[in-house]
């Protein structure tokens, strides 16, 4: 069972470039979401989708853009990566209907 | 008051001991809570869900006050692979909207 997986793991970045995060589910949720974990911040939302076609924003949308491509995937972008930027990013899916949410192992990136 | 509040610990505990953990939450319309385990540098994995009748889970307790919007988690018999942050999660919205709020997590170190 895959279950939600990240592409890519690990990633090192310079100012100003920009790359694609990419989530995958195979458990047919609705619901998909893009986190940021900081140490000493916990996990903090960036962007959720609640069912394929919509995109909502969460606490700490300001440099990222996500697409909804179909139920299954759910990508995250940094058009300009910035320092700040650097963390470790974890995608989940489903919390619907009282149910939890499960997520990825997460990707490392590093903005230099 | 903080939406999901913990206290970060750590605890550092022997084997073989009995911990409990405590979280309070400000949302009073949440209907699911959650313990999720976190490994260092590991994904968040879910523990155990929190039902009002309380839970058992083998060697871990959870708990829930609704009147004094509260969580507890408790673990006997410690061993050492139970070291890891554990987070208390609680959806934001109550009902079906499933956008989760995690704790920033209260860590555990169980000692030989």
């Known amino acids: 069972n895959a279950g939600v997986t990240q592409t890519p793991k690990f990633q090192v970045l310079k100012t100003g470039q920009s790359m694609t995060l990419q989530c995958a589910q195979d458990m047919n949720h609705n619901s998909m979401y893009w986190y940021r974990q900081d140490p000493g911040m916990g996990l903090r939302l960036i962007y959720y989708s609640a069912s394929e076609g919509t995109t909502d924003k969460g606490e700490v949308p300001n440099g990222y853009n996500v697409s909804r491509l179909n139920k299954r995937e759910f990508s995250l972008r940094l058009e300009s990566a910035a320092p700040s930027q650097t963390s470790v990013y974890f995608c989940a899916s489903g919390g619907q209907n009282n149910q939890p949410q499960h997520f990825g192992d997460g990707t490392r990136l590093s903005i230099l | 008051r903080k939406e999901v509040e913990q206290d970060p610990g750590p605890f550092n505990v022997p084997e073989g001991a009995t911990v409990a953990f405590n979280c309070t939450y400000s949302n009073s319309a949440s209907q699911s809570f959650f313990w999720y385990r976190q490994d260092c540098r590991k994904e968040p994995k879910l523990l155990m869900s929190?039902?009002?009748s309380g839970n058992e889970d083998g060697r871990f307790t959870a708990q829930l006050n609704r009147a004094s919007q509260y969580i507890s988690l408790l673990i006997r018999d410690s061993k050492l692979s139970d070291s890891a942050t554990y987070l208390c999660v609680v959806n934001k919205y109550g009902g079906s909207q499933g956008n989760l709020i995690f704790g920033k997590g209260t860590k555990l170190s169980v000692k030989p």
């Open positions: 929190v039902y009002s």
